[in-house]
């Protein structure tokens, strides 16, 4: 394997090494410098000001040294002769530019006018076409920019804003404007009579505050948002990052966002679980573009974070489709409706229309947890993403990715109960499209979707020769079970998006369905003996959700003040489904190989030492035809959602949401969020909001037979649905809905263009947490198993915390460095248990407690410091882990093998996991225009959690905690851009 390394990192080289001669070849020929650069410079140094289409100077590039010491006068005749453009100078110091060929099509222009010449001729048709059209031009910061320009696309007619960054002119009535102003991003669109057009343009560094999540108002931008919003743009971040995967990803990106790979927890090794400010899975919402995303059919079922929930598989989204992620950190169920407890995460689809992009990553992890430097390596990482954009007619895009992706396993020392740990494999490929296509005036068409496919592989416990579990036959040395799958994930979003009487009207219908099928391998029915099989399909389970909804919005914009309203109508159909496998997987032989039941005699059991065999698939049994359902459930919603800017200063957004569900009834939730402006710097904001969770099908009907390990010790348990009467005989009531009451205040600052800060505070109390219950003995049931467990409304929560971003950066004359801190203050606490009658330690006791707990972890902080010199980037990331506390499987051992003593029990039983500091390294560079090499390490120390004894519950020297437990991870990336 180490050759193999070897091997492919020299093809690299040589493969870099041919890239880059022809690169170092030109150094010896005269510097040229984009066209662009050079007029920033003349600007600078004149005082002057060049306005034109952002595109207009793309590839365009000139000898710098000619200009040196000339004047303004000079410099501009020079640009004339020796590029194929015409430099028109509009007084005030600004200046247009146009294509040469255009010449017989330019005006004379005055401020905030536009006077044709007296040799062009303007045809009587042309003029009945035309619209008086006005409005605003502002920067992303709410200041009016004075001398932006506005252009006919066709004609090239047009004006320039005056001081308060007005404008009002005659254009065609079919028209598109080109909007521009020096160090913005240009924009082309549409304007109509009778509407006051508010126009905002983001400078190159303030793209990334463009905001869709959080605002139904589209004037806002999200530094005057009245709630916390994080946006991560992945093309830059990917700069400094090895992850392939998007939990991974966020895991760095985000303090308050926790993901870590499982091992041993069956389906969680396959779909990560992901907590937000130490929540569960299913307490955020994911958005793709805007549009709800459908949860992933699986439940945590074991010692795993999220234990009990089903959570969004963001992992099944390719990175190479995404944008931006934009994360709302505060509650927005009544904006947004359920599982918006925690917050909002979109995912923004890419909508580049004229690029190809190919990026491969390989990688491969240090395997040896003792030593630095790698003796050993595994968990081989190979990807290759492809994104591919075009136009579709004038305005329209259709934007196309797909993502190959091999994530091999690790193997990790283990304990006695486990021979094989470490995280799972798998092997994936992804498709996704983004789209938009402009159909009448102002409607466009969009839609987006996709489709991901992976297949997995991950260890159970291993099953020891002497053993009730083990044919000795087939296993003479015991056996690992592989615990495989087959998950398709795909979803489709369409919609209408149009304009009436200045009213924006979105409507959507987004489908997604997520169908995770298990196959076990490597494994056998004991019951079958030496006849068994090893292999076995062992069914699964099913979501299908669709939602159909339509929104309004308009500003309206008054004299004095200004207000947003938007409001909609939604309708959710959700199908929740388990399927069986086959017989064998499931079922359990007598001595004459006819199915157990009820009437078996104890004497027809097949034994081993005097111990009955199970039946049914080791490491994990197959879902039987008692175990199927097919069950679905519809919602309605109505929202009201208002910002009313009082004045630049002030604004409050309220909004309200009414829910109805055909099964467990309806809710009402409000919010109210506000934003003062105490300087052009300095934002106070808050926010008070109320929330829920609906209950998911899967809490309420999942069941399974399933052999539970407690401790090293295996036993027959069987999961109750809710709905059952067996849960009523536990005094277990029906399912309903989790509350939630969602506190926040912070403020954001940005001292000057190099220098900005966010703090906020939050509070989030939660009632009814539904959670999975501990083992009860079953055995008086008759049903031939020794525990029930079950789902209920059982705890409540309160947690509080604060957000910390701080980002700065200096240019320097050919180089350029950035500081990034962020860090998340968390703590969690449990503040009513619902056990009723039930004893409190098996309902919910103190190891539960604390793998709840454990998912809010007390803080994590993390500090970036980049330098990019010429065409070199460096990235140095620190990122520090607080303490975890656990409680393993001790807690549930006899008391006599502790003096008796409940307390010397609960002692010995704690795992404490002391903080950790993990570095990254990454270096990138930029060979030309189309090729980019990044390499790097994460972890670079190989640092690990703290070991534990042999009682933990995924079987390792470790649980899944902070940075993981696969040490350094090396990697090469390789990037072209055509």
């Known amino acids: 394997m180490f050759s193999k390394i070897v091997f492919l990192k020299f093809l690299l080289l040589v493969f870099v090494a041919f890239i880059t001669l022809p690169t170092l070849s030109q150094n010896y020929k005269k510097e040229k410098v984009p066209l662009a650069v050079l007029l920033d410079k003349i600007s600078n140094e004149h005082k002057i000001f060049f306005t034109y289409n952002a595109n207009l100077l793309a590839n365009k590039f000139v000898q710098e040294e000619s200009f040196v010491n000339l004047s303004l006068k000079e410099s501009i005749s020079l640009l004339e002769k020796i590029t194929p453009f015409l430099f028109d100078d509009l007084g005030n110091s600004y200046y247009v530019i146009y294509k040469k060929k255009e010449s017989n099509k330019r005006k004379i222009h005055a401020r905030g006018n536009t006077v044709f010449k007296k040799d062009i001729v303007v045809d009587s048709a042309f003029l009945n076409k035309k619209i008086t059209v006005k409005g605003i031009v502002l920067s992303s910061e709410n200041i009016p920019l004075s001398g932006a320009t506005l252009q006919e696309e066709k004609t090239l007619v047009g004006t320039t804003t005056n001081a308060d960054g007005t404008f009002e002119f005659e254009v065609l009535s079919n028209n598109s404007i080109i909007v521009s102003f020096i160090g913005h991003n240009s924009r082309i669109l549409q304007l109509y009579p009778n509407k006051f057009h508010t126009i905002i343009l983001a400078s190159g560094q303030d793209l990334d505050e463009v905001q869709v999540v959080g605002s139904r108002n589209k004037n806002r931008v999200a530094s005057d948002t009245p709630v916390a919003i994080d946006f991560i743009d992945i093309e830059k971040t990917a700069t400094k990052s090895s992850q392939v995967e998007v939990n991974q990803f966020l895991q760095y990106a985000i303090p308050s966002f926790n993901a870590t790979k499982q091992s041993g927890a069956d389906g969680a090794d396959h779909i990560d679980p992901a907590t937000i400010r130490g929540l569960g899975p299913d307490q955020t919402l994911v958005l793709i573009n805007g549009k709800r995303r459908h949860q992933a059919s699986l439940i945590n079922l074991y010692g795993t974070r999220g234990r009990g929930n089903s959570g969004t598989d963001l992992n099944a989204i390719p990175i190479s489709a995404i944008k931006r992620i934009e994360l709302l950190r505060d509650g927005a169920s009544a904006q947004y409706g359920s599982d918006a407890i925690a917050g909002v995460l979109n995912i923004v689809l890419k909508d580049n229309d ?61 304990t006695e109960a486990r021979e094989k740990y470490g995280q799972a494999e798998v092997k994936g490929v992804s498709f996704f499209l983004n789209s938009e296509i402009p159909i009448y005036k102002s409607t466009k068409l969009y839609f987006n979707g996709g489709v991901n496919y992976k297949n997995t ?522």
């Open 354 to 414: 004229n690029s190809l992009d190919v990026k491969s990553t390989f990688g491969f992890y240090n395997a040896d947890p003792n030593r630095f430097f790698p003796k050993r390596t595994d968990g081989f990482t190979t990807k290759l993403g492809l994104n591919y954009g075009t136009k579709i007619s004038k305005n329209g895009f259709f934007n196309f990715s797909a993502e190959a992706i091999s994530l091999e396993n690790t193997t990790r020392p283990a």
């Open 457 to 978: 592989e991950a260890f159970a416990f291993t099953r020891k020769p002497q053993s009730e579990r083990n044919v000795l036959e087939i296993y003479p040395t015991g056996f690992n079970p592989l615990i495989t799958s087959k998950i398709i994930d795909n979803s489709f979003s369409v919609g209408l998006l149009t304009t009436y009487k200045d009213w924006s009207v979105d409507l959507n219908n987004t489908f997604g369905r997520n169908n995770f099928h298990y196959f076990i391998k490597n494994t056998l029915n004991a019951t079958l003996v030496e006849n068994s099989p090893t292999e076995f399909d062992a069914g699964g389970h099913q979501l299908i959700q669709n939602t159909t909804s339509v929104d309004f919005s308009k500003y309206f914009n008054e004299k004095t003040y200004g207000f947003n309203v938007a409001l909609g109508l939604e309708h959710r159909l959700d199908k929740y489904k388990i399927f069986s496998g086959e017989e064998a997987s499931y079922a359990a032989y007598d001595v004459n190989d006819n199915l157990v039941n009820s009437d078996t005699s104890l004497e027809d059991y097949k034994t081993f030492n005097g111990k009955i065999r199970p039946g049914g698939s080791q490491g994990f049994p197959g879902y039987s035809p008692e175990n199927e359902l097919d069950k679905s459930r519809s919602n309605f919603s109505f929202y009201l959602d208002t910002e009313v800017d009082f004045s630049k200063k002030f604004m409050i957004g309220s909004a309200v949401r009414y829910e109805y569900y055909s099964d467990f009834g309806s809710t009402l939730n409000f919010k109210f969020a506000s934003r003062y402006k105490i300087s052009d710097k300095f934002n106070l904001r808050g926010s008070y909001s109320t929330g829920f969770r609906a209950p998911s099908l899967a809490q309420i009907y999942y069941n399974l037979t399933f052999t539970n390990f407690i401790g090293s010790k295996p036993s027959e348990s069987f999961l109750v649905p809710n709905n059952s009467p067996i849960a009523r005989r536990f005094n277990i009531e029906k399912l309903k809905e989790e509350k939630a009451k969602n506190f926040s205040l912070g403020f954001a600052t940005k001292f000057n263009k190099s220098f900005n800060a966010t703090f906020d505070a939050y509070y989030v109390a939660v009632k009814d947490r539904i959670i999975l219950s501990g083992n009860f003995d079953a055995s008086d049931l008759g049903l031939g198993i020794e525990n029930v467990q079950f789902f209920a409304n059982g705890v409540s929560t309160k947690t509080t915390g604060i957000d910390v971003v701080l980002n700065w950066y200096k240019n320097f004359e050919n180089s350029k460095l950035s500081l990034d801190f962020s860090g998340n203050i968390n703590h969690m606490i449990i503040t009513d248990i619902n056990n009723k009658e039930l004893d409190e330690e098996t309902f919910f006791g103190k190891r539960e407690q604390q793998y709840l707990l454990a998912s809010a972890p007390n803080n994590k902080f993390s500090l970036g410091v980049n330098y990019q010199y010429k065409k070199l980037k460096t990235a140095l990331n620190f990122t520090r882990f607080s303490s975890v506390i656990l409680i393993d499987w001790q807690i549930s051992q006899d008391l006599a093998n502790f003096n008796n003593s409940e307390a010397e029990r609960l002692d010995a039983s704690i795992d404490i996991y002391q903080p950790k500091l993990t570095t990254d390294l990454h270096f990138s560079y930029q060979f030309n225009k189309l090729i980019n090499l990044q390499i790097g390490a994460n972890n670079l120390f190989n640092i690990y959690p703290t070991k534990q004894e042999s009682f933990t519950d995924s079987g390792g020297l470790w649980d899944a905690t902070q940075m993981g437990t696969n040490g350094s991870f090396y990697y090469t990336k390789l990037n072209i851009k055509l």
